[in-house]
């Protein structure tokens, strides 16, 4: 498994087992968990480990330094106004035009009631 690891490590940069990354570097997601962002700064390493949720593939995960990192950029109204807008989008049916009341699954590309007209529905 170690040799898998090795091969397959980018070795431009510095590779830690799973959990055992320096303190002073954290993950995209850890990095957003305390209000932080990359800001355009360079992956410095990287975490690897053989996942045995997806098949047993190598998974990867960069890391930044949390030092040069800086605070995420806060909501304007504007992109909360479309953020608002793309949501009721995607809980209008194309079909009846009407809003669902719920976001309109992609497998149905339309409400269940005109995905299914002939069920009865409860009252």
């Not at 087992?17 to 800001?39: E, I, M, S, V």
């Not at 975490?47 to 806060?74: E, N, T």
């Not at 005109?114 to 529905?121: D, L, N, V």
Request: charge should be positive.
């Amino acid at each position: 498994m170690l040799r898998q690891l090795s091969e397959s490590a980018n070795p431009l940069l510095s590779t830690y087992p799973f959990r055992l990354a320096p303190d002073g570097l954290a993950t995209r997601r850890q990095l957003r968990a305390t209000g932080l962002r990359p800001g355009g700064q360079d992956i410095c390493a990287q975490v690897m480990w053989l996942s045995r949720r997806y098949g047993r593939r190598i998974r990867v995960a960069y890391l930044y330094r949390i030092d040069r990192a800086l605070p995420v950029r806060p909501m304007t109204p504007a992109k909360w106004a479309a953020l608002a807008a793309a949501n009721a989008a995607r809980r209008i049916c194309p079909n009846c035009r009407t809003d669902a009341g719920y976001v309109i699954p992609t497998s149905l590309d339309e409400c269940v009631s005109c995905a299914y007209p002939e069920e009865p529905r409860a009252a």
